[in-house]
């Protein structure tokens, strides 16, 4: 994980290599099917340039946050507006997924950017603590068919 002060604020940088298919790792974050092996309990997806994702925590959406889709690429590339701290601000999360020949797919997660204060930098440093257990879990899901939610919830 990098946390890295850029010109237009603080950026968080997440990548992982994952044993399976740059397809199916794509899926996982750009389908309803895909978003319930690792992350959420239940999901909508308008999978396009301004669309949306509504997002369950729960298995009959009583929970629920819809996120933008800011940008989106089929070649394997999805930037999503997620809510941070207290007022539901966004801040877009990019996540790039390519092929690796021998190895599967390589994910880059990139959040930001937060804004360069004491309060922004606090929520950057969460939201970076728990994007990395969500990267491992979605790992664990494609790789062992695990889902830590299940033995070790975060």
Same mark, same amino acid.
């Given at each position: 994980?990098?946390?890295?002060?850029?010109n237009?604020?603080?950026?968080?940088?997440?990548?992982?290599?994952?044993?399976?298919?740059?397809?199916?790792?794509?899926?996982?974050?750009?389908?309803?099917?895909?978003?319930?092996?690792?992350?959420?309990?239940? *999901?909508?997806?308008?999978? /396009?340039?301004?669309?949306?994702?509504?997002?369950?925590?729960d &298995?009959?959406?009583?929970?629920t946050?819809?996120?933008?889709?800011?940008?989106?690429?089929?070649g394997?590339k999805?930037?999503?507006?997620?809510?941070?701290?207290?007022?539901?601000?966004?801040?877009?999360?990019?996540?790039?997924?390519?092929?690796?020949?021998?190895?599967?797919? /390589?994910?880059?997660?990139?959040?930001?950017?937060?804004?360069?204060? &004491?309060?922004?930098?606090?929520?950057? *440093?969460?939201d970076?603590?728990?994007?990395?257990?969500?990267?491992?879990?979605?790992?664990?899901?494609?790789? *062992?068919?695990?889902?830590?939610?299940?033995? /070790?919830?975060?």
């Open positions: 994980m990098v946390v890295r002060k850029e237009n604020g603080i950026w968080i940088t997440l990548k992982e290599t994952i044993a399976a298919h740059h397809d199916d790792v794509f899926a996982c974050l750009t389908t309803a099917d895909g978003l319930t092996r690792w992350l959420t309990l239940a *999901a909508e997806v308008d999978l /396009r340039k301004g669309g949306t994702m509504k997002l369950g925590w &298995s009959k959406f009583r929970r946050f819809e996120v933008p889709i800011l940008d989106y690429d089929p394997g999805v930037t999503w507006g997620w809510p941070v701290g207290l007022d539901d601000e966004a801040v877009p999360i990019e996540w790039v997924v390519t092929p690796e020949s021998e190895e599967g797919a /390589r994910v880059i997660h990139r959040h930001g950017p937060f804004l360069d204060n &004491s309060e922004m930098i606090l929520v950057a *440093a969460n970076a603590e728990s994007w990395r257990w969500y990267m491992c879990n979605l790992r664990t899901v494609l790789e *062992a068919k695990v889902d830590m939610r299940k033995e /070790r919830p975060l």
